[in-house]
């Protein structure tokens, strides 16, 4: 399977800014095919899990109200170098993590 | 249901696991999501409803967003020991959003939400153990989600 998160990581004066996105459909579960007025499932993230170096740094808990292909930014303190990961896991089960290293 | 449960669980531990050993994570606060009103979010999720609001919580919006079903939010805590930011948007089926659990010295998260109609963006940060929370409204375009 092709990547699902892209990571940018940078660091200025100690302060890495990171800024990802998730490739998933993040259905809500409340949309219907038109044709037939089926409603699609619910498929959506349910948590993300970002660690620097190994050592968790954020877990965040998303709902069906996040949009569709997830931004995620936020900063930590770090240096260029650090291993930033991102692992997701969703309401199927799926799961998908990427490192990235910051510049 | 016991085995579902379970299963869940092991696939949790299976990403984290490996990963973190040792760390204690906590649990997706299902109650929270599932409320359809606001205050039975906020009691679902932190035990009370009743939490006093603070200009120190910073909340960058557009005005009218264009998209209902991405709308740009950053939000930046101006508390120290900052442990958890969390949205809530009114007018939605769950207002509950997303929970940011916070482990080290960070105060700010960015992302990009869905509205069903107009209405207020709620933040409420935990620092030191005392919750906090600010509000934003949104107006949003004609096209919009129904989440």
Not at chain 1, 46 to 73: Q, T, Y
Request: glycine share 8%; with cysteine; net charge positive.
């Amino acid at each position: 399977m092709a990547r699902t998160v892209k990571i940018r990581a940078h660091e200025i004066d100690g302060q890495v800014t990171v800024k990802s996105v998730i490739n998933h459909p993040m259905e809500t579960g409340l949309r219907k095919i038109k044709k037939t007025g089926k409603k699609i499932p619910p498929h959506f993230i349910k948590e993300v899990i970002v660690s620097r170096n190994r050592r968790i740094v954020m877990e965040a808990f998303w709902g069906k109200s996040i949009s569709r292909n997830p931004f995620l930014s936020f900063q930590i303190a770090g240096r260029k170098g650090d291993l930033i990961t991102i692992s997701w896991l969703d309401n199927r089960g799926n799961s998908d993590s990427t490192s990235a290293k910051v510049r | 249901m016991k085995r579902r449960t379970l299963l869940k669980a092991s696939l949790k531990l299976g990403i984290t696991g490996m990963l973190f050993p040792g760390v204690a994570l906590s649990d997706y606060p299902t109650g929270a999501f599932l409320a359809k009103q606001i205050p039975d979010a906020l009691q679902a999720a932190f035990g009370t409803a009743d939490i006093g609001e603070s200009q120190q919580i910073e909340i960058e919006a557009p005005h009218i967003a264009s998209d209902a079903n991405m709308v740009p939010v950053r939000v930046k805590s101006g508390f120290d020991n900052t442990e958890s930011i969390s949205l809530v948007v009114t007018g939605n089926e769950s207002p509950f959003t997303a929970y940011f659990k916070l482990y080290e010295e960070q105060n700010f998260v960015s992302t990009r939400i869905r509205m069903a109609e107009s209405g207020d963006l709620l933040v409420v940060v935990k620092a030191d153990g005392v919750l906090h929370t600010n509000q934003r409204p949104i107006r949003v375009g004609r096209n919009s989600c129904g989440a």
